[in-house]
């Protein structure tokens, strides 16, 4: 089947991602990529529901490793961490990449390695259960295959499926009258300990749409908390239902 003007099939994609020489660098760079992501993406966007502001962070964050045809190198075999590749990341060579370091999700230790990473700052409601919490998020990173992706898109992501988590306890607390709760919750969204790593990659406009959304949560705007969480119901609320203590 051809593809539409501005669109890209499966085999375009992996074709333009073969004709990019892993010998020439180790790691390719996650602007080239992400172009050619873009193109793909407005096809998926169409078929995916819920997703919203900063969701294309867990698009474009990974590359199928079928496709580029690279393996985990040396170093890393020899450390038994398959997870970790020894590869980091270049910003001054892409406005894409921070300096933190690839890791391979189609590692068998990937899910233990992804869990142990959880920022110890990033909270959860009651009744979740962290550990399952974390290897439930980074499952999503995790496509069939394995793929590449830098360490701070895992932070991101777990950073994102939190505030989810709290969105709903917000929700949940305020249709039941629990202002207790409620407050607690919106403490947590306004609290900036829990998006470092969205601060950290923020390219402009994600960091003022959770701040404007804890406000919202303090300000007892039930409207605009349940706006953002529809974004975010898909893949996180499977999240959220895998990881009940």
């Known amino acids: 089947m051809n593809a539409t003007p501005g669109e890209m099939t499966g085999d375009d994609l992996e074709r333009e991602l073969r004709s990019v020489d892993p010998a020439a660098a180790a790691v390719i760079g996650q602007d080239a990529v992400h172009q050619l992501l873009r193109q793909a993406q407005s096809s998926a966007a169409q078929t995916a529901s819920g997703r919203g502001h900063g969701r294309s962070r867990r698009f474009w964050a990974v590359v199928a490793l079928a496709a580029v045809g690279v393996g985990a190198p040396t170093a890393a075999v020899g450390s038994g961490l398959l997870a970790q590749t020894g590869w980091f990341g270049s910003p001054a060579t892409s406005t894409e990449e921070d300096t933190s370091e690839y890791i391979d999700t189609g590692a068998a230790d990937y899910l233990d390695y992804a869990a142990a990473q959880w920022p110890s ?117 499977a999240i959220l239902d895998r990881a009940r203590a």
């Open 121 to 237: 700052e990033v909270v959860l409601p009651d009744g979740y259960d962290t550990q399952a919490f974390a290897e439930a998020a980074a499952g999503y990173l995790r496509p069939s295959g394995g793929a590449m992706v830098q360490r701070t898109s895992i932070l991101y992501n777990f950073e994102g499926a939190a505030r989810y988590a709290w969105m709903r306890e917000w929700l949940d607390a305020n249709a039941v009258g629990d202002t207790a709760r409620e407050q607690r919750a919106a403490e947590v969204l306004t609290d900036p300990m829990q998006w470092q790593a969205a601060a950290s990659s923020d390219g402009g406009g994600v960091i003022d749409h959770i701040r404007a959304v804890g406000q919202a949560a303090l300000d007892g705007d039930r409207a605009a908390v349940a706006e953002d969480a529809q974004r975010y119901s898909g893949y996180d609320q």
